[in-house]
């Protein structure tokens, strides 16, 4: 594989699309079912950028491992039934297209489910243009181990330092810096300064952001000829 001269790696939900309102009343439902409720607050603190297992040993820690396979295979039906049209985050179709003229191939790095990600690009109309889907719970760690992010820069034949990220939650912030990324943050329900602490270089709207296309163009300005 020749190396890429410069790659994108965008988390999913939440970066790519603003999934989180599907994925909220998904898990209220599944606690609802068995008793339990569910904040906003609560899902923005201790679900956002999780993964499955650990989320359900948080939610659950009475249950055992099996019953939080099954419960977290229902909230994922839950969350594909729920998924009918997805709008991309703005800037996103142009991003893409930035890269796709200057051949950066782009990477999709998530904890979610293989099938939550599929059904997700599909709908955003972007399978096309993703040359590696790396999901953190088939690698022996998730976010936010750097494993995932190292495996997608592996994937795509990209190095750190010609590259960057692009995340909304400290766990997964903390996985693409870990893995030496520059990393750009997606303003979300968190404070940006949270953002910020978990080691995001800085925080933007959407990928319209000018301060986003300014870097960019540095970036790729000072790449070798």
Known sequence: ?????????FDLDGTLANSD???????????????KTLTPEQYHRDIVGGSNAGIMRALFPERDQATHRAMAERKEALFRASVTTLEPTPGTRELFAWAERRGFPIAVV???PRANAELMLERLDLTSQVAA???GEELAAAKP???????GLARIGARADRACAFEDSPSGIRAARAAGLPT???RSALPAES???AGADAVIDDFAAPELWRWLEAARAG???
């Open 110 to 112: 998530t904890n979610a």
């Open 184 to 186: 750009f943050a997606l």
């Open 145 to 151: 181990d750097p494993l995932p992010y190292l495996t």
């Open 195 to 197: 953002l910020l602490a």
């Open 133 to 135: 889907l790396v999901i």
């Open 21 to 35: 309102p599907l994925h909220y009343q998904a898990f209220s439902t599944l606690l609802a079912e068995n008793g």
């Open 1 to 9: 594989m020749k190396p890429a001269e410069f790659a994108l790696l």
């Open 223 to 225: 790449m070798p000829a």
